[in-house]
T-cell receptor
Framework: QKEVEQNSGPLSVPEGAIASLNCTYS??????FFWYRQYSGKSPELIMSIYSNGDKEDGRFTAQLNKASQYVSLLIRDSQPSDSATYLCAGPGFQKLVFGTGTRLLVSP | GAGVSQSPSNKVTEKGKDVELRCDPISGHTALYWYRQRLGQGLEFLIYFQGNSAPDKSGLPSDRFSAERTGESVSTLTIQRTQQEDSAVYLCASSRGQGNRFSSGNTIYFGEGSWLTVV
């Protein structure tokens, strides 16, 4: 089983809708998770981190961590075409950060 | 420096040649990572440094790949006898602390990558 798994998508949502991106992980002792956004041809950039159960909000972004169910999600409210990118979930592996393969999000005007 | 710096940003090389890719991490970051990303694919872990030592080299795809780090700063990834399947963007990232204790202080930050094309 892969350590961090994501649906590759694409996930298509209309402008203004809520985009929901999900990630599951296998390591029960993992404490912290990160969401990175990667535009085509660019390197990943950190958008959210979450370390405890529950929700963490930052502007239009909300990260949710459920340790009992071993999933972490990212909600993007009022989605904009500029949010179209690949979103990478990352969690701690042994001495390194392990990335999922990413979910491609397409926000249509 | 302000961010992770990588050079060259683009490299086109002939099959069979050796290439060196350089990474300057964020000042004070003791952990350094190399990832590879082929076109349209996910991130592939290559190697991790804590200080100048490499506790985890498990991702290096073959013995043609090697990496070193000196002065707890600059790292060089070397690919010998390049093959066409080595064509990818090579991403370097750094973080402040121990690689296996990810917390708010240990977030990793990526450079812009070195785009390698083997022809």
């Amino acid at each position: 089983q892969k350590e961090v798994e994501q649906n590759s998508g694409p996930l298509s949502v209309p402008e203004g809708a809520i985009a929901s991106l999900n990630c599951t992980y296998s390591d029960r002792v993992s404490q912290s998770f990160f969401w990175y956004r990667q535009y085509s041809g660019k390197s990943p950039e950190l958008i959210m981190s979450i370390y405890s159960n529950g929700d963490k909000e930052d502007g239009r972004f909300t990260a949710q961590l459920n340790k009992a169910s071993q999933y972490v999600s990212l909600l993007i409210r009022d989605s904009q075409p500029s949010d179209s990118a690949t979103y990478l979930c990352a969690g701690p592996g042994f001495q390194k950060l392990v990335f999922g393969t990413g979910t491609r999000l397409l926000v249509s005007p | 420096g302000a961010g992770v710096s990588q050079s060259p940003s683009n490299k086109v090389t002939e099959k069979g040649k050796d290439v060196e890719l350089r990474c300057d991490p964020i000042s004070g970051h003791t952990a350094l990572y190399w990832y590879r990303q082929r076109l349209g694919q996910g991130l592939e872990f290559l190697i991790y440094f804590q200080g100048n030592s490499a506790p985890d080299k498990s991702g290096l795809p073959s013995d043609r790949f090697s990496a070193e780090r000196t002065g707890e700063s600059v790292s060089t990834l070397t690919i010998q006898r390049t093959q066409q399947e080595d064509s990818a963007v090579y991403l370097c990232a750094s973080s402040r602390g121990q690689g296996n204790r990810f917390s708010s202080g240990n977030t990793i930050y990526f450079g812009e990558g070195s785009w390698l094309t083997v022809v």
